[in-house]
């Protein structure tokens, strides 16, 4: 938030690392915490969420001066969201059911689903408590142990929730986090034979070599949640084109972009697009973007130099391969130093244009013009990502149409962004393969069991 250093981490080795595992792995073997009665696994998991709502203030500010997240957001998206995932899952964990199969009355066969072991977790620097606690959570109600690694630039919330985690009664060794670098302590989890399940969120490049690593360890499962290129679809016959414009701008610009469901592609019918844009651009325009412990300020910093480096390349990219700047497009120099970048709208954007198929992850909102519904439908499934999207309509049929035509893991419908715990999340396509919150995210924790008893 102001380019200077905050703190100083740990940079854990690979040995590091696989003290860690064996640790994790040793409490799994042992039954400390997968053994204990459900009401007692639930009662620890409340208990973290209690703490976590009693100093989600402290929790905020922490992850506010080492991310950058606008405090308001942040508020909400963090320790707010943690809670109420540690709770979800904690109600949720006596109420899985194994299954009696309906095989032959001689036989008995039933489906058991248990602990998979040592779960392996990598997560982002965007929203590091949320994704975090959807991983956690599910994981350790399932009776796991876990061995978190949380990203270099966003790691102090998640250490302080396994202090919390110990407050709560978790017993010893059942949650370790490991501080460090992906290409270090990262790739040393996601070799470890100790760890049964990976799951990753982050980026599509990663993913795709924590796939090679558990090739190359213990064939490990590997769920990921990758990136984005989501498509905003407004057509002409939106019922409140003023409201479509202003949630498309928050859809694009919370957090400065950097959210993996970002609606950074505007698709908008022709005959409403230069009024659109023009909408968008006003209410893009009127977003305070500043120190992101301000409460003035409604949009806070942008994670990195890197980060920043890499959003205003893009915007360099595609006003020369053609596109315009109908807003921003620059960086923003604040008083407090740190990394702010202007709300940025590019026009007249092509699926040729890098800024088109690529995720920025930043303040940048590529639009392009279409004719009809089959057009928008073909432009919205033009990338290789599938997360997320919304259509704009007051057209029942048409909005039910594009829900079943648009590859994406969530459409939302004359709203953009909206989800809770009840919902899964996850990509098709390069977007991912695994889902994060609602029941279903538990079956990545599980594994089944067939007891096939002869009577
Ligand atoms: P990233 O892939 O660079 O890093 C993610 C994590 O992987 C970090 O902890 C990092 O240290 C680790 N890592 C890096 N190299 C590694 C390696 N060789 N081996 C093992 N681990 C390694 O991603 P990021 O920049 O932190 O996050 C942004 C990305 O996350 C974006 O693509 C965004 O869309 C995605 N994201 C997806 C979701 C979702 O739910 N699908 C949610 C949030 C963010």
């Known amino acids: 938030m102001d380019g200077a250093a905050f703190t100083t981490l740990e940079r854990a080795t690979a040995q590091d690392v696989n003290r860690a595992c064996a640790s994790a792995r040793e409490a799994f073997e042992d039954g400390r915490w997968r053994d204990l009665p459900p009401a007692a696994r639930k009662k620890v998991l409340h208990r973290l969420a209690d703490i976590i709502e009693e100093r989600a203030l402290e929790l905020t500010v922490l992850g506010v001066r080492d991310n950058g997240t606008e405090f308001g957001m942040a508020l909400k998206a963090e320790a707010g969201s943690a809670a109420g995932t540690f709770r979800y899952y904690a109600e949720a964990l006596d109420k899985v059911y ?91 989890l996601a070799l470890s034979m100790d760890v049964d399940v990976l799951v990753f969120t982050g980026s599509g490049p990663v993913g795709r070599r924590l796939l090679e690593y558990s090739a190359r360890s213990n064939l490990k499962r590997v769920y990921l949640e990758l990136g984005g290129k989501s498509p905003n679809i407004v057509f002409a016959d939106a019922e409140n084109l003023e409201k479509a414009a202003q949630v498309s701008a928050m859809g694009i610009f919370r957090n400065s972009g950097q959210v993996c469901v970002a609606g950074s592609r505007l ?86 244009h890098r800024v088109f198929q690529e995720e920025v992850f930043g303040p940048v909102l590529a639009v392009t013009a279409f ?53 899964p999340l996850g990509g098709v396509k390069q977007s991912g393969n695994g889902h994060d919150k609602s029941l279903h995210a538990m079956d990545k924790y599980f594994d089944l069991k067939t007891a096939w008893i002869q009577l």
């Open 98 to 188: 194994g299954e009696v199969a309906p095989t032959s009355p001689d036989v008995l066969g039933l489906v058991q689903r248990e602990p998979v072991g040592v779960v392996g977790a990598i997560v982002p620097w965007n929203f590091p408590l949320m994704i975090g606690a959807w991983k956690l959570a599910p994981a350790l109600a399932a009776g796991n142990s876990v061995v978190l690694k949380p990203a270099e630039t966003a790691s102090l919330t998640l250490l302080k929730i396994a202090e919390y985690a110990m407050e709560a009664g978790l017993p010893d060794g059942v949650l370790n986090v490991v501080t460090g670098e992906g290409a270090v302590a990262g790739e040393a």
């Open 371 to 423: 004719d009809t519904e089959e057009e928008a439908l073909r432009l919205a499934n033009a990338t290789d990502y599938g997360l997320a999207a919304g259509v704009w309509t007051s057209n029942l049929s048409r909005a039910h149409r594009m829900v079943r035509g648009v590859r994406a893991g969530v459409v939302h419908v004359n709203t953009y962004g909206g989800s809770d715990n009840t919902v």
């Open 267 to 352: 698709l908008v019918e022709r005959s409403i697009h230069d009024e659109f844009v023009e909408a968008v651009s006003r209410h893009a325009e009127a977003l305070k973007v500043g120190d992101p412990l301000s409460l003035d300020s409604q949009i806070g910093a942008i994670n990195s130099d890197r980060q920043l480096q890499g959003n205003l390349g893009f915007v360099t990219d595609a006003t020369a391969q053609g596109a315009e700047i109908a807003l921003g497009g620059g960086r923003i120099l604040e008083s407090t130093g740190g990394y702010y970048m202007e709300p940025t709208v590019l026009t007249g954007v092509s699926p040729e």
